[in-house]
C-alpha cells in the first residue's frame, strides 16, 4: 500500500515538474535586444510569435530557424525597431507534432504575439492555421510548404517557401533553358519522387512539348543499364531524376558510361554532395534543382558570416528563409502603420516584389509564392554552385 | 538506336550483369555441393569484399600503384586473399562444429553469420554510401550508338577468366577432383586418405574469394558501396546457381549469365518498365524451373558437382 502511494506521489511531483518546467521558461519573452549604449530609444515593445520544433526529431532544424530570426530582429532593432517599438519574440515548441502545434500555437495566441514566424513541418503547421484564425494573428509559415496548407488556410497564413510543385516548373524552366524538348523523367516508385515525376510530365507536356521516357527504378537496384538504353533509344535530350542521392549518383555514371551526353537534372532529394562524391566525373556538369539554401546564394555571404560569429556554427537549410520572413513581416507591419491585425495582413498580401536572399516575395492571392524560389545549382568540381 | 544497336548494347549489359551474378553464384554452388548448405552468409561475403577492396584502393592510391588498373589488380589480389580467409574462418567458427547436425540448424547459422557480417559494417560504415572512387574514365568504343566502355569491357573479361580458371582447377587439379569426391560420398573420401576438412576449407575460400572479387568488380563499375548491397544481388545470384542446378559449376555460371540477360532484355519489352524487370525474368525462371526442377544442368542427386 505505502509502495503505490509512493508511486503516485511521484507521478504527481513529475506531471507537476512536467507542467510548470516545460511551460514556464518559455512564458516570458526573451530578451534578445542588444544591450550598448548607443541602442536606440524604443517606445515600448512588440512581441512576435515563433512556431518552430526546438524539441524532437526535427530539433536542429528548429534551431536553426530561431537563430536565423534572432540575427534579423537584432538587426531591425538596431534600425529603430518596427514602429518605433522594440521587436522581442517568444518561442512555441511544436515538436514536428500536430498536438504540440495545437498547443504552442495556442500559447502564442494568448501571449498576445503581434505575428507569428515559423512552421517547418506541414503536419505540425495544418492544425495551427485554424487557431491564428480564429484568433486573428498575421502567420508567416517559413520552411513547410505542403499544398495541404493551402487548402486549410484560414485567411491568415502567408508561405514564403514555394509549394512541392513550384519545383516541377523550376525543372520545365531548367530544361527549356537548355533547349531540349524531348525528356526523360526517372523516380522511384516513393510518394515524393513519383509526384514530382508526374507534375513535372504535366508542366512539360502543357508546354507542347514531349516526354519520351518515363520510368521507374527500384529502390537498392545498381544496376540501370537496361534503363540508360532505354533512354538512350527513346531519344530523350534531358534526364530529370526525381529521388535521391544514393541511387540518383548511380543512374548519373550508368548514362555517361552508356554514353549518353544530353542534359541531366536532379531534384532536391539529390542535393547532398554525395551524390557528386559517387557520381565522380560523371557528376561534373549535373544541375539540381534546389530550395534557396544559403550555401548557394550569393547575397547571403553577410549572413552566413554574421550566423557564424553569433553561433560557431553553418546556417541550416531553412536559416536563410526564417531570415528573409522576418525581414518581410517587419516590413509589413511598417507598411501597415499599426499593429491592427487585419491591417498587418493586408499589408502582408499586398506584398510586391520584395527583395530578400532567397529572391523576390510577391504573394498571390492564395497567399502563397507568385514565383517558385526553386534555385539552380550545378555540379562543379565535386562541390554544388549557383548556376545562372 | 536500331534494333539491332538495342540488341547489341543489351547484351553486353547482360553479359557484365549476368558474370557479376555467375560469379557469385559460383560460391553458393560450390558450398551446397560440398556441405549441402545454403550459405546465406555468401552476399555479405560480397559486400565485405567490397568495403575490403575499397580500404585497400585508397591505400594504394597514395603509393606507387595508384587507384588505376595497377591498384586494382593488387588490391583484387589482396581483397580476395583476405576475403577467402574470412570465408574459411567463417566456416571452422560457424559451420564445422554443425556438420553433422540437422541442416536446419545451419541454416539459421548462416543467417546469423549474415546479420553478423552486415551490421557490423553498417556500424562500421555509419550506414552511409561511400564513394568508390578509381582512377578510371568513361572512355570506351562506339558502334553506332552502341557505348561500351573499357572499364565494362575489361571487368567481363575479367568474370570469364576467372570462371574458366576455376572450371580448369575443378576439373583438372587433384584438389577438384577431392572437391568432387567429397560431393559425392563424404565418408567415402576419408575412409580413402583424403582429408576432408582442409578440402573444405580450400572450398569456402575459393567461394569466398570469387564473391570478393564480384563485390570489388561491383564497386569499380557502379562507384558507390552500402552495407546492404549484397541483400538484392544474393538473392539473385541464389536463384542463378538454382536454375543452372545447384551444386554444379557451369551450372551457376550460366544460371548467372542467364539471369543478367534475361534481366536486362526484359527491360526493353514495351510495356514492361523497369519495375517489372524482376517479375518478368523471374517469370521465365519459374517456368523453366516447372519443366526442368533440377535446373538446366541438374542431374540426379548422386552426380552432383
Known amino acids: ?388 | 538506336m536500331s534494333f539491332q544497336e538495342i540488341f547489341i548494347q543489351q547484351l553486353f549489359n547482360g553479359l557484365l550483369l549476368g558474370s557479376f551474378y555467375g560469379l557469385v553464384a559460383l560460391g553458393y554452388s560450390m558450398v551446397y555441393g560440398i556441405v549441402k548448405l545454403l550459405n546465406f552468409a555468401h552476399a555479405d561475403i560480397y559486400m565485405v569484399g567490397g568495403f575490403c577492396s575499397l580500404s585497400l584502393l585508397s591505400f594504394f592510391g597514395g603509393t606507387f600503384l595508384g587507384k588505376g588498373w595497377f591498384g586494382i589488380v593488387a588490391a583484387m589480389l589482396i581483397t580476395m586473399i583476405i576475403v577467402g580467409l574470412l570465408g574459411v574462418l567463417i566456416e571452422r567458427i560457424a559451420y564445422k562444429p554443425l556438420r553433422e547436425a540437422p541442416r536446419l540448424s545451419l541454416l539459421i547459422t548462416a543467417l546469423g553469420v549474415s546479420m553478423i557480417l552486415y551490421n557490423s559494417v553498417m556500424v562500421i560504415t555509419g550506414g552511409e554510401y561511400k564513394a568508390y572512387g578509381t582512377g578510371l574514365g568513361y572512355e570506351g568504343f562506339s558502334l553506332g550508338s552502341v557505348h561500351v566502355t573499357y572499364t565494362q569491357a575489361i571487368l567481363i573479361v575479367a568474370a570469364v577468366s576467372l570462371m574458366l580458371i576455376l572450371h580448369l582447377f575443378i576439373t583438372r587439379t587433384m584438389y577438384g577432383k577431392a572437391m568432387r569426391a567429397i560431393s559425392m560420398d563424404r565418408d567415402c573420401c576419408r575412409l580413402m586418405g583424403v582429408n576432408v576438412n582442409k578440402i573444405i576449407a580450400l572450398t569456402f575460400f575459393v567461394g569466398s574469394a570469387l564473391a570478393a572479387s564480384a563485390g570489388m568488380m561491383a564497386g569499380v563499375y557502379y562507384g558507390s558501396l552500402h552495407f546492404f548491397m549484397g541483400f538484392v544481388i544474393g538473392i539473385k545470384a541464389f536463384t542463378a546457381a538454382v536454375i543452372g542446378g545447384i551444386g554444379i559449376i557451369p551450372g551457376a555460371m550460366l544460371g548467372g549469365l542467364l539471369l543478367g540477360l534475361l534481366e536486362s532484355f526484359g527491360t526493353q519489352i514495351p510495356f514492361i518498365g523497369s519495375e517489372w524487370k524482376d517479375v518478368f525474368s523471374f517469370s521465365i525462371l519459374i517456368l523453366i524451373l516447372i519443366f526442368k526442377p533440377t535446373g538446366l544442368l541438374g542431374k540426379k542427386e548422386s552426380e552432383r558437382m
Request: net charge negative; aromatic share 8%.
Open chain 1, 1 to 388: 500500500m505505502t509502495k503505490r502511494l509512493w508511486l503516485l506521489a511521484l507521478v504527481v511531483v513529475l506531471l507537476a515538474s512536467g507542467v510548470f518546467g516545460c511551460g514556464q521558461p518559455a512564458e516570458e519573452p526573451k530578451d534578445e535586444g542588444p544591450d550598448s549604449a548607443e541602442a536606440p530609444q524604443f517606445d515600448g515593445e512588440m512581441l512576435i510569435g515563433v512556431m518552430v520544433p526546438v524539441t524532437g526529431s526535427e530539433a536542429t532544424y528548429g534551431k536553426d530557424m530561431e537563430n536565423a530570426i534572432k540575427i534579423a530582429m537584432d538587426e531591425i532593432n538596431a534600425a529603430g525597431g518596427i514602429l518605433g517599438k522594440e521587436v522581442k519574440y517568444v518561442v512555441g515548441d511544436d515538436g514536428c507534432d500536430p498536438q504540440m502545434g495545437s498547443a504552442a500555437a495556442s500559447k502564442l495566441v494568448s501571449s498576445e504575439v503581434t505575428a507569428v514566424l515559423g512552421g517547418y513541418c506541414s503536419g505540425a503547421t495544418i492544425p495551427t492555421l485554424k487557431i491564428y484564425g480564429d484568433a486573428k494573428v498575421p502567420f508567416v509559415i517559413i520552411a513547410a510548404n505542403s499544398t495541404q496548407l493551402i487548402d486549410e488556410n484560414a485567411g491568415w497564413s502567408f508561405m514564403i517557401n514555394s509549394p512541392g510543385y513550384h519545383q516541377a516548373n523550376a525543372a520545365a524552366d531548367c530544361f527549356e533553358g537548355f533547349g531540349s524538348t524531348k525528356l526523360a523523367l526517372v523516380h522511384q516508385g516513393d510518394g515524393f519522387s513519383e509526384d514530382l515525376a508526374t507534375l513535372t510530365r504535366e508542366e512539360w507536356e502543357k508546354r507542347g512539348k514531349e516526354v519520351v521516357a518515363y520510368d521507374v527504378v527500384n529502390k537498392g537496384e545498381q544496376d540501370f543499364s537496361s534503363l540508360v538504353t532505354k533512354i538512350k533509344a527513346s531519344g530523350a535530350e534531358g534526364v530529370y531524376w526525381t529521388a535521391y542521392h544514393a541511387d540518383g549518383a548511380l543512374l548519373i555514371r550508368q548514362l555517361r558510361q552508356g554514353g549518353f551526353t544530353g542534359d541531366i537534372v536532379v531534384a532536391d532529394g539529390s542535393s547532398s554532395v554525395q551524390l557528386l562524391e559517387i557520381a565522380g566525373a560523371a557528376g561534373e556538369g549535373v544541375y539540381c534543382t534546389s530550395p534557396p539554401v544559403v550555401d548557394f546564394l550569393p547575397a547571403a555571404a553577410q549572413f552566413i558570416s554574421k550566423y557564424n560569429a553569433e553561433f560557431g556554427q553553418e546556417p541550416g537549410p531553412y536559416s536563410g528563409l526564417a531570415y528573409d520572413g522576418t525581414h518581410l513581416l517587419a516590413d509589413a507591419i511598417e507598411r501597415a502603420g499599426s499593429t491592427d491585425p487585419e491591417a498587418i495582413r493586408d499589408a502582408l498580401a499586398a506584398t510586391k516584389n520584395f527583395e530578400t536572399l532567397s529572391g523576390t516575395v510577391t504573394f498571390t492571392p492564395e497567399y502563397i509564392l507568385e514565383e517558385s524560389n526553386f534555385i539552380i545549382i550545378k555540379g562543379e568540381g565535386g562541390k554544388w554552385v549557383l548556376a545562372e
